[in-house]
């Protein structure tokens, strides 16, 4: 680690460093009297201004926004930077050569004026690249912004560039100007093999650039076929000035906007953010040639100026594909904060926001980030997708992993909105989802952590494969086991009772099977020799599981001290059919839940006289089930 600078430095940087200026590079300010000055906030959107600006006290306070602070403070907080590289910033402005306390490992030396260097080189080479966009040579290059959308004016908008080809006429541009062969290697615009050479050759080029608007990199796209370097995209080196993990591309543009919005947009490519840019997405910005980290998470809370009480949206714009909803599933596993700032614009056709402008037009794109919906529903939706909604197992399956998922949540105050959601989602009452996500957070902390692998022991080893026999005592499976044992114990008792059952009357798939054996051999009422019954039962069953549920059923005793009666027989037979028409009805409410009445009427309406007539179905069955015939 490099030394930190020393206070000395750090205070003369204050002192000489002018607020009044530095503010005027952002703000317009004009006389407010008693020695302050006033403008329009950079970071809120106001019409009147309430940005004060006190030079003799070295001080700027928004009235709006209550953002307040030194010069410091105004440069990290406009340019989205850290401390040291605010202080740095000033320095260079201002003429003051840094010193730096000893770290454990020195640093490389800090050459100061470095980087001004470093700019001034940069400054040139975009000139230099965006002259060379109008050559004949760069016809390729023209063609393919033409045929992404992109004119003339976008181009110089955006200070597109080309390079040529022959691979030293930015060397030899730059030399020309006074820069050592040194300086630009290190500036990562030339490479040094066994002699110095442009690193960008026949390419497009972006210029990367900084909040400030100064260019510190580029990013160069392959056009020509024969590009001895395959890779579709190349960007310039980690440099003094470049670091990819902070870049953005974009930011320059976009700064004012995301502070006054607080929103900013991430996508993928140049591209990308030069059609949300000019379809009116002002606040898009991409990662440049890394993804989207930590790192450039800061870059952008700083912009947003993100505070306690106040926090800005973050969208992502991805595709709903396999990778994207991993993405986003890390994320939300991950840092809280910004989980709960993230939101994701999903296009469905899975178009990039370029091909999207392209294809539909801008007002397509904004749409797009109109629509956009918070990362934890976007996660909470892929995954209750994963379930069968349509069936109760399925639903309570699908509960209980969201539930896990919901308390993960660590802000306590979205946890009920999220189970409300939820409930929508799956198609469930409030209450039961409430219910879940309460279970969940009482077992909750250790599962978290070891889905984090923060205990280092062995993965738990996975369960044994046995044969999947239903258990005797599961209470979801009661009433199946029961009829399905007087069937196989005592066929004539049951008789045409069981006319009516079917094999939807078994959610168990075991169950199901030996109900489809009976009803293929007509049933129990057309057993002759109930003796020879359940081998000829057994003999039927091509699933040796089923064939040892059947032997249980066979065997295990009535939960009926006494003889099955037919009371007994009608409470199990017409008490199954009502448990069948009750899960029913519990699918029906479930898709009720999860239609939209007025978009959906039609089949809304009809799914509610569905509804109707099984509930009165259920009602008769009832009676039956306790005798009431
Ligand atoms: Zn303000």
Not at 10 to 25: F, L
Not at 364 to 375: D, G, M, N, T
Not at 497 to 507: H, N, Q, R, S, V
Request: charged share 30%; glycine share 10%.
């Amino acid at each position: 680690m490099a030394g930190l600078i020393k206070d000395e430095d750090i205070a003369t940087v204050r002192e000489r460093a002018r607020i009044d200026e530095v503010v005027s590079e952002h703000v317009t300010l004009r006389n407010a009297g008693g020695g302050s000055m006033k403008g329009l906030c950079p970071f809120h959107d106001e019409k009147t201004p309430s940005f004060h600006v006190t030079p003799s006290r070295g001080y700027y306070h928004c009235f709006g926004c209550q953002a307040g602070g030194d010069v410091i403070k105004f440069v990290m907080e406009v340019e989205g930077l850290g401390f040291a590289e605010a202080v740095e910033r000033l320095a260079d402005k201002v003429g003051i050569q840094l010193r730096y306390t000893e770290g454990d490992a020195p640093g490389p030396r800090r050459d100061p004026g470095q980087r001004a260097r470093l700019i001034e080189a940069h400054r040139l080479a975009q000139e230099f690249y965006a002259d060379q966009l109008t050559t004949p040579d760069a016809m390729a290059a023209r063609q393919f912004l033409g045929e992404r959308g992109f004119d003339r004016d976008a181009a110089e908008t955006f200070g597109l560039g080309f390079a040529p080809r022959g691979g030293e006429a930015l060397l030899h541009h730059l030399r020309q100007k006074g820069f050592r062969v040194e300086e630009l290697v290190t500036a990562g615009l030339v490479a040094q093999g066994r002699s110095a050479y442009d690193r960008f050759r026949g390419r497009l080029l972006w210029p990367i650039r900084e909040t400030n608007g100064d260019t510190i990199g580029f990013g160069a796209r392959r056009i020509f076929d024969d590009d001895r370097i395959d890779a579709k995209y190349l960007n310039t080196p980690e440099s003094p000035i470049y670091k990819k993990s902070t870049v953005l591309y974009g930011v320059d543009l976009a700064r004012k906007e995301i502070a006054r919005s607080s929103q900013a947009v991430v996508v993928e490519g140049y591209t990308d953010v030069m059609a949300c840019h000019l379809a009116g997405v002002g606040t898009a910005v991409a990662s440049c040639g890394t993804a989207f980290g930590e790192e450039h998470g800061r870059v952008l809370r700083r912009l947003l100026h993100d505070h306690a009480d106040f926090r800005g949206e973050i969208i992502f714009t991805f595709d709903g594909d396999e990778a994207g909803q991993k993405a986003a599933m890390k994320a939300f596993e991950g840092d809280q904060q910004f989980a709960s700032q993230t939101y994701v614009a999903v296009e469905p056709d899975g178009l990039d926001p370029c091909d999207l402008r392209l294809a539909k037009g801008d007002a397509a794109v904004r749409e797009l980030v109109a629509r956009r919906i918070p990362l934890y529903r976007f996660v909470l939706g892929n995954l209750v997708q994963g379930f069968d909604l349509d069936r109760a197992d399925g639903r309570i399956d699908a509960l209980r992993r969201a539930a896990r998922l919901v308390t993960s949540v660590r802000d306590r105050s979205k946890v009920d909105a999220f189970a409300r959601e939820l409930a929508g989602m799956v198609g469930v009452d409030v209450e039961e989802a409430r219910r879940e996500v309460r279970r969940a957070a009482a077992r909750g902390p250790e599962q978290a952590d070891q889905r984090r692998g923060r205990v280092l022991v062995e993965e738990p080893p996975a369960p044994a494969p046995r044969p999947d026999v239903p258990d005797p005592r599961d209470p979801r499976f009661a009433v199946e086991r029961e009829t399905l044992k007087l069937v196989v114990q005592h066929p004539a008792a049951v008789g045409t009772t069981a006319a009516d059952l079917g094999p939807d009357d078994f959610a168990h798939p075991h169950y199901r099977a030996i109900w489809e054996a009976v009803a293929a051999a007509g049933g129990p009422a057309a057993v002759r020799s109930p003796e020879s019954w359940p081998a000829s039962l057994a003999a039927a069953l091509t699933d040796p599981a089923a064939s040892a549920t059947l032997g249980a059923l066979a065997v295990e005793p009535l939960r009926s001290l006494r003889e099955p009666d037919a009371d007994y027989v009608a409470a199990h037979v017409y008490g199954l059919q009502e448990v069948t028409t009750q899960r029913r009805i519990a699918d029906l409410k479930s898709r009720l839940q999860r239609t939209n009445p007025v978009d959906q009427a039609a089949d809304y309406n009809k799914m509610f006289g569905d509804l109707v007539a099984l509930e009165q179905h259920r009602r008769t069955l009832r009676e039956k089930a306790v005798g009431g015939e």
